[in-house]
């Protein structure tokens, strides 16, 4: 699951939760994942599908709670961010009126 974390419309972030499928698996799908993980990384595949075992399978309810959460998280990066910008711009304007010019 992921939230956007947006900053004055643009993407500045993602945040991304996981460690756990969304919905049960397919034996066979999860089999060849594992096979294709171990494969790539020279991972033993007896611990690798052994790990697999212990991954969490979110109920729709949990699922909503996370999603809310990621939501909830992504916002108040995204009230931080515009603080900053707004603060900085601030900074910015007080920096170009305490510059002396020379003539």
């Known amino acids: 699951m992921r939230a956007r974390i947006?900053?004055?419309?643009?993407l500045a972030?993602?945040?991304?939760?996981?460690?756990?499928?969304?919905?049960?698996t397919d034996r066979?799908?999860?089999h060849a994942r594992v096979q294709a993980l171990a494969d790539a990384y020279g991972i033993d595949i007896e611990l690798l599908s052994e790990a697999i075992q212990d991954i969490t399978v979110l109920?729709?309810?949990n699922r909503e709670k996370l999603s809310t959460w990621l939501k909830s998280v992504a916002h108040t990066f995204e009230?931080?961010?515009?603080?900053r910008a707004e603060l900085m711009?601030?900074?910015?304007?007080?920096?170009?009126?305490?510059?002396?010019?020379?003539?």
């Open 6 to 10: 947006e900053i004055n419309g643009d």
């Open 13 to 24: 972030a993602m945040l991304i939760a996981g460690q756990f499928y969304a919905s049960a």
């Open 28 to 30: 066979e799908a999860a």
């Open 59 to 61: 109920d729709a309810r």
């Open 79 to 83: 009230d931080i961010g515009h603080e």
């Open 89 to 103: 711009g601030r900074l910015q304007r007080i920096a170009e009126m305490s510059t002396l010019v020379t003539a």
